[in-house]
Nanobody
Framework: QVQLVESGGGSVQAGGSLRLSCAASGRTFSSYYMGWFRQAPGKEREFVAAIDRNPAVTYYADSVKGRFTISRDNAKNTVYLQMNSLKPEDTAVYYC???????????????WGQGTQVTVSS
């Protein structure tokens, strides 16, 4: 497992942008598939985006495709989520996660950060 720490959440108006960062501990970061999930109050945790060990391969939920971009810097042990054109329905706690295989199911991921709140006002 790796230890994950998210940062970059906050409050923004609709149409605005935020960039989330997730710093990972350990020397095996490049071996992990990395994912971002989110959970709104009263809802289940849902997949947002994932990135392969090969940074060129990415996956997105339909709800964020074209607005969000996931990337990773293996030299810095960090994964990012650039969020543009934010909508009120993007409001949630966002979690960074790591897994040994890529998946959109949260049960596949065995390392999780503490979460960072993103609030989008209309």
């Amino acid at each position: 497992q790796v230890q994950l720490v998210e940062s970059g959440g906050g409050s923004v108006q609709a149409g605005g942008s935020l960039r989330l960062s997730c710093a990972a501990s350990g020397r095996t970061f490049s071996s992990y598939y990395m994912g971002w999930f989110r959970q709104a109050p009263g809802k289940e945790r849902e997949f947002v985006a994932a990135i392969d060990r090969n940074p060129a391969v990415t996956y997105y939920a339909d709800s964020v495709k074209g607005r969000f971009t996931i990337s990773r810097d293996n030299a810095k042990n960090t994964v990012y989520l650039q969020m543009n054109s934010l909508k009120p329905e993007d409001t949630a706690v966002y979690y960074c996660s790591a897994a040994l295989r890529v998946s959109i199911s949260p049960t596949t991921y065995d390392s999780w950060g503490q979460g960072t709140q993103v609030t989008v006002s209309s």
